[in-house]
């Protein structure tokens, strides 16, 4: 693909949704973009502000607390695959309010549904749940502690 061609199906890639870098990159090469071309147009995005990997983690974070519940854990381990830097996710996982981050655990294991009777086996599935959303074991042991 031409230079100018990729460059515009690129502004209009980022400008739909925040993109990390290697979300960029992976696009590129589907694109089937010669490496030369593709450097050129990473750093132009770069440099006009379009990609910015703090900012996407800012909003993937902010994305995944509040509207899908995911935990801590399973944040990094996402952000990890998306290529962003350990040092940027580690920042910005730093910046969370914990005792909302607590209060949100405790209302999704409060209004979570699970038909068992058995308060251990129920206990237990409530446990793998929680951790399957990505929050640590000692969160939810917490959680549950205040819950019960």
Same mark, same amino acid.
């Given at each position: 693909?031409?230079?100018?061609?990729?460059?515009?199906?690129?502004?209009?890639?980022?400008?739909?949704?925040?993109?990390?870098?290697?979300?960029?990159?992976?696009?590129?090469?589907?694109?089937?973009?010669?490496?030369?071309?593709?450097?050129?147009i990473?750093?132009?995005?770069?440099?006009?502000?379009?990609v910015?990997?703090?900012?996407?983690?800012?909003?993937?974070? %902010?994305? $995944? /607390?509040? &509207?899908?519940?995911? !935990? *801590?854990? %399973?944040? $990094? /381990?996402? &952000?990890?695959?998306? !290529? *962003?830097? %350990?040092?940027?996710?580690?920042?910005?996982?730093?910046?969370?309010?914990?005792?909302?981050?607590?209060?949100?655990?405790?209302?999704l294991?409060?209004?979570?549904?699970?038909?068992?009777?058995?308060?251990?086996?129920?206990?237990?599935?409530?446990?793998?749940?929680?951790?399957?959303?990505?929050?640590?074991?000692?969160?939810?042991?917490?959680?549950?502690?205040?819950?019960?």
């Amino acid at each position: 693909m031409e230079r100018d061609a990729a460059l515009k199906k690129m502004l209009h890639y980022c400008n739909y949704q925040d993109r990390c870098e290697k979300e960029i990159l992976s696009k590129l090469n589907s694109l089937d973009v010669n490496e030369s071309d593709a450097s050129f147009i990473m750093n132009f995005l770069r440099e006009e502000g379009f990609v910015n990997d703090e900012r996407y983690c800012r909003s993937f974070v %902010k994305g $995944k /607390l509040n &509207l899908k519940k995911w !935990g *801590v854990n %399973k944040i $990094k /381990l996402s &952000l990890i695959a998306k !290529g *962003v830097d %350990k040092n940027i996710i580690d920042g910005v996982i730093s910046e969370i309010d914990l005792d909302i981050y607590k209060e949100e655990l405790q209302n999704l294991l409060r209004n979570k549904k699970i038909d068992e009777t058995d308060p251990y086996k129920r206990n237990a599935k409530l446990i793998r749940y929680a951790m399957s959303k990505g929050y640590s074991c000692q969160d939810v042991m917490e959680a549950m502690s205040v819950n019960n």
